[in-house]
């Protein structure tokens, strides 16, 4: 089984500040981790994902995290946000597809961290 | 690419009464999965079809829930006898055969039961 822990639930911040958001995972097996985005009264738009290979991952609107094995993390980073960042933000893992332990589809997410970024 | 669809966006019930939404994935996805959010948390796994069979059920899902996925194209996900517990988010999300893309989530249905 898998879980996830984001270790903040709100994050504010004042527009063009640098922002890190924690998530920190546990499993007993390898897995794949993803960084989703929530605006309000909307389902989630993948902004960034590490399945293998280097462990600095880019994704979309300028943000990029990074694979720590040894730390169990998945920080989610921006250097420079916008208002229109506001928003949830949510970790979530999943095992490969060759996992042949079952379940290796159902992606297992964290609580979420709003993201308030003021003028 | 339409993108996932999901109808209705919102849903307001009566305890006790029947609802059923619908998604309809993107074409050419033969996965697709229901989850359910509530106030406050991340979504939840309930239910997981490839193509029309359905795959595995979370224990979330009681018996008052069924989803269907006819045909391997869009997909129903009822409650019997709303409860006010049944109140939340309903998102479906689908993904391709390609098994290292990710997953396109809709909108969702929000449920209020009252």
């Known amino acids: 089984a898998q879980s996830v822990t984001q270790l903040d639930s709100q994050v504010p911040v004042f527009e063009e500040a640098p922002v890190e958001l924690r998530c920190n995972y546990s499993?007993?097996?390898?897995?794949?981790l993803f960084w989703y985005v929530q605006y309000p009264n909307q389902g989630l738009q993948l902004l960034l994902k590490?399945?293998?290979?280097?462990?600095l991952v880019k994704g979309i609107n300028g943000f990029e995290a990074e694979f720590n094995k040894s730390q169990t993390s998945f920080h989610l980073r921006k250097p420079s946000v916008h208002i229109s960042d506001t928003a949830e933000y949510f970790c979530a893992v999943r095992p490969p597809w060759a996992y042949s332990g079952g379940s290796n589809y159902k992606l297992t997410f964290g609580k979420g961290t709003l993201l308030t970024v003021n003028p | 690419d339409t993108g996932v669809s999901q109808d209705p966006r919102h849903k307001i019930t009566k305890r006790g009464q029947n609802v059923t939404f619908r998604c309809d994935p993107i074409?050419?996805?033969?996965?697709l999965y229901w989850y359910r959010q509530t106030l406050g948390q991340g979504p939840e796994f309930l239910t997981y079809?490839?193509?029309?069979?359905?795959?595995?059920k979370s224990r979330l899902l009681s018996d008052r829930f069924s989803a269907e996925r006819p045909k391997g194209s869009f997909s129903t996900l009822e409650i019997q006898r709303t409860e006010q517990g049944d109140s939340a988010m309903y998102l479906c999300?689908?993904?391709?055969?390609?098994?290292?893309?990710?997953?396109?989530f809709g909108s969702g249905t929000r449920l209020t039961v009252v």
């Open positions: 079809f490839q193509n029309e069979a359905q795959l595995e």
């Open positions: 999300a689908s993904s391709p055969k390609d098994r290292n893309h990710g997953y396109t």
């Open positions: 499993s007993s097996v390898s897995v794949y």
């Open positions: 074409s050419e996805h033969n996965r």
């Open positions: 590490y399945l293998s290979g280097s462990t």
